[in-house]
Structures are given as structure tokens and as C-alpha cells.
């Protein structure tokens, strides 16, 4: 759903989804196991957060909107925790849009 955004778009959808993940009661962590990121969308930095969240944990998830929540995410309490496999598709696409984004 947030992949037609603009990047302000994405940026607002990752606001939702930060408040959305406390609502329901957060679902036991769990590790191992294989995951798939669809990588056509990520031409952005909000669309890499939205694109990780739903490759790991499923369409409106939340898992980080920035490097700081997305290594405290990697700590468990967010559904998932390391270690897993992450299949990135499509890399590419990202790899030319964040070519030169600085702070990753």
C-alpha cells in the first residue's frame, strides 16, 4: 500500500505504522527462517524502512524509520530477531536510487 507515495508519503506511512505496532499486542519474536523484500519500490529511504518492515513482519508493520530504531528493532520485541535470511529482490533499484544518499 505505500509503495505509490512519493518519499513525504512514505515518510507519513511510516508514522502510522510507528504508532499502529503498539495498538495490537505485539506478537513473540522469532528467529531463523527465510524472508523476501521486494525491492522494485525502494528508491527512497522511507521506502527501504516501509520495505524491510514488510518483508519481515507483513503489510503495515513496523521495523524502524530510521538506523537507530531499525538496530533497536533488530534486538527483538518487534516480531522478528536475528538470525534470519533476507532475500533482497531487485537490489539493484535501490542500489542506483541510494547511490548517493549520505547516513545510511
Not at 503498539?22 to 516501509?50: N, W
Amino acid at each position: 500500500m505505500w509503495a505509490p507515495y512519493d518519499s513525504q508519503g512514505r515518510a507519513a506511512w511510516l508514522d502510522l505504522t510507528t504508532r499502529a505496532w503498539r495498538v495490537p499486542a505485539p506478537r513473540p519474536d522469532r528467529s531463523g527462517g527465510e524472508y523476501h523484500l521486494d525491492g522494485r519500490f525502494v528508491t527512497d529511504v522511507p521506502g527501504l524502512h516501509c520495505a524491510i518492515a514488510e518483508a519481515l513482519l507483513g503489510p503495515g508493520r513496523y521495523f524502524g524509520r530510521e538506523w537507530n530504531a531499525f538496530k533497536d528493532c533488530l534486538c527483538g520485541g518487534f516480531g522478528v530477531a536475528p538470525p534470519f535470511t533476507l532475500t533482497w529482490h531487485d537490489s539493484e533499484v535501490a542500489r542506483r536510487a541510494l547511490a548517493n544518499v549520505v547516513g545510511l
